[in-house]
């Protein structure tokens, strides 16, 4: 039965329309015809049915100049009540765990020591340095970063280096700035981040980030944000532009410059940013499917070929399914990453409420555990196999990169 495709073109039957996709993308992109089209894999990563180390380092691209942001997810517990992002899930556990914390340090943006603003803090890091080495007081329950946090306000990022929170409650965040924004000639809006987020405490510790301009693209996926370090511009979807937490979120990617924090990345597509160890296996099958299709519009095929076709078919469908596997194993080690897992847990801290900030430390409102986090010092792109290098475009560890600096 011929096929139709949404570009108007016909196939006699279903395996030309499948070779023909697969040509057109130069690298197989074919989605299984006549059935539902889904984003997300039937075949579970070291599943059964995925070919035996499928999912091995190769070579990739170097990443991109922008960051991409994303809406991605990590698994979560039982949910005991949401807070400003819908990654974190705050168990019963967590809240009990959270009492006896500390009142002292205000919630918000996690700044480091190269704020301007850090002489004030200046004896409070000394405390904070003194505490670590003299460790827990007998006797003292909890663990000794959370009495750190308690006493003094700091408490050390993923990469070893000191923080403490400058308090995003006094920020005013004007939700229709782009109504009255310059606009250019493709439509976007832009304004200078001060007109966007009224926010004097954070300007006082970075200077800086009042020449850092927002850009509200039509274009840009709706929901969508991303920090570009050279151009120092903030560009955020229709959405995202009318959302407080994600532009802190941004704010935050921009901090982590200046500080030479931990830095986040974005997650890779497979055939694009990095290959699948596979996919040259399956490339080298169209030549043959192709000829295939040839006889079939001329001579037909032997009971032997038609049973060629069909396994041909079969591969291109299930290669698929092991793409969306692989891309989903990229956005997972991306979410790990620990610049965007701190990103997003400003997010987090900017609403919840006065009680919930001064119950919980940095670290049990981050919605991957701390032993979880990868830190990079440069922004990077995620593969199936895990974080690529930035310079050589490599497979680098996909466990926990350690890099401690004080």
Known sequence: ??????????????????????????????????EPLSTTSTMSLGS?????GALKPEGGTNVPEKVPETNLTPEGEHIR???????????????????????????????????????????DLAHAQILEGTGLPPGKLGSLDEHIYQKTGFWRGAEGKWRYEIDDSKASFDKGWHEDARVSTTGEKSLALPLVLDHPELYKAYPQLQDIRVVRDPIYPSTGAEWASRSKTIRMGTEASENQGILMHE????????????????????????????TRDVEALIPESEAIIRKINTKGLTEEEYARSKYLTTVFKKYQEYKAAGNQQAAKYYLRLAGETEARNVETRLLLTEKERRMFHPEHTADIPAHRQ????????????????PKTGMIMKSEPITFKEN
Do not use: C, W
């Open 48 to 52: 059964p049915t995925e070919p035996a």
């Open 374 to 389: 990868i830190p990079v010092k440069e922004a990077v792109t995620t593969s199936a196999y895990g974080v690529m290098d």
């Open 1 to 34: 039965m011929p096929i139709g495709s949404s570009a108007g073109e016909y196939f006699p039957d279903e395996s030309a329309f499948l070779v023909d996709q697969a040509k057109k993308s130069q690298a197989i992109t074919i989605r299984p015809v006549q």
């Open 251 to 278: 704010v935050q990617h921009a901090i982590q410059d200046i500080e030479g924090f931990v830095k986040g990345g974005s997650p890779g597509k497979a055939g694009k940013d990095y290959h699948l160890r596979y």
């Open 81 to 123: 009540f949401r807070t400003a992002s819908p990654l974190v899930n705050i168990t019963d556990e967590d809240i009990e765990r959270g009492i006896n914390i500390g009142m002292s340090a205000g919630p918000g943006t996690m700044a480091g020591v190269k704020s301007a603003a850090i002489g004030s803090k200046l004896s």
